[in-house]
């Protein structure tokens, strides 16, 4: 039995959504002739509350034409330091849009409103970047799936009001935020003036992210993810899993949440680990005193696979594929290992 936690973009549709894919009505997308890809937008948007969406193919391109529609080359966002925009887009922050990013020292990945408005630099003082944009993450990748409380969301919306800045939502994993902390879509789509919400993670589409804002912003989105090369052709085949994955695996992201807390109370027991982090999602980031390396090499000689993240620190993802089965074997075998003179042994 392959156990893979490296991530929850490692899901493979199932047969069911493989079914809705097959028999997907399509159409040329880059004439906006795809109904498909029209209805996931449509539905996507409404759930938001917003006036318009944009299907991507990947998440990082959504940002990235999010950022692009809020800036101008020499200006500067703001973002916490394990901001996926920063460290997981390959540098398209100043490539795509000769934008620089102001790097907050946030908890977990999250960045308060004070931390903001002390970040912004002077409008006047023509020596330092304009400060224009707000991005956040939420979940937080990095962070440890971590999620923001709604109260600072808004309090950061404000600080953006107050100095004219765009304010922009990496939201990724935003579905799983909402399932644990029982929150609406609408008020994140009013909070925020762009979101992006990626379709090929927690919810186990093959692909496809969409952006979603009002349609002033939105008016040059099409046109910017063109110049990145996001134009698509019958890409409501794609489209068609999306809408399928919305309908059928959101709720479901709680037996996600709970097997990652099962993980974590495992760990917690087990002498080698040194600190197991909060766990608010489906995301396990732990600390181990050892050598990382052996105990990958350990798990892969039993077929389980995860991620090391440096100075000791590891990082599980449950996900759609993730079966009770591998769970519970998994949990099991997690229990049995000791440290043995920094080598771990079952």
Not at 153 to 166: A, F, Q, W, Y
């Amino acid at each position: 039995m392959k156990i893979d936690l490296r991530s929850d973009t490692v899901t493979k549709p199932t047969p069911e959504m493989l079914q809705a894919m097959m028999t997907a009505d399509v159409g040329d997308d880059v004439y906006k002739e795809d109904p498909t890809v029209n209805a996931l937008e449509e539905k996507i948007a409404n759930m938001f509350g917003k006036e318009q969406a944009l299907f991507f193919p990947s998440g990082s391109m959504a940002n990235q034409a999010a950022i692009k529609l809020h800036t101008q080359p020499g200006e500067q966002l703001i973002a916490d330091k394990y901001a996926h925009v920063y460290n997981y887009e390959g540098g398209g922050v100043s490539f795509n849009s000769g934008v620089s990013c102001k790097l907050l020292e946030g908890n977990r990945g999250m960045i308060t409103s004070s931390q903001v408005e002390a970040a912004i630099n002077p409008p006047d003082f023509y020596h330092s970047p304009l400060t224009s944009l707000v991005c956040i993450e939420n979940t937080t990748n990095k962070g440890g799936g971590a999620c923001y409380n709604f109260e600072e969301i808004k309090k950061i919306k404000k600080v953006c009001n107050n100095h004219n800045l765009g304010y922009h939502l990496d939201g990724a994993r935003l579905w799983n935020a909402l399932i644990t902390k029982e929150e609406s879509a609408v008020d994140y789509g009013e909070a925020f003036d762009t979101i992006s919400v990626c379709l090929s993670k927690g919810l186990g589409a093959p692909i496809g992210s969409v952006l979603i804002g009002n349609a002033e912003i939105m008016e040059n989105a099409i046109r910017v993810r063109k110049i990145l090369g996001g134009g698509m052709r019958q890409v409501g085949y794609l489209a068609a899993a999306g809408i399928y994955a919305l309908d059928h695996h959101f709720d479901r992201l709680k037996e996600d949440h709970r097997r990652a807390k099962e993980i974590g109370s495992v760990l917690q027991n087990l002498s080698f680990v040194k600190q197991v982090e909060p766990i608010d999602t489906n995301i396990i980031i732990f600390t181990i005193d050892g050598n990382e390396e052996n105990f990958i090499s350990e798990m892969e000689a039993k077929n389980i696979y995860f991620y090391g993240m440096g100075q000791g620190k590891l990082r599980f993802v449950t996900h759609l594929d993730y079966t009770q089965e591998m769970h519970e074997y998994f949990l099991n075998l997690l229990a049995s290992f000791k440290l043995n003179k920094a080598v771990y042994e079952l």
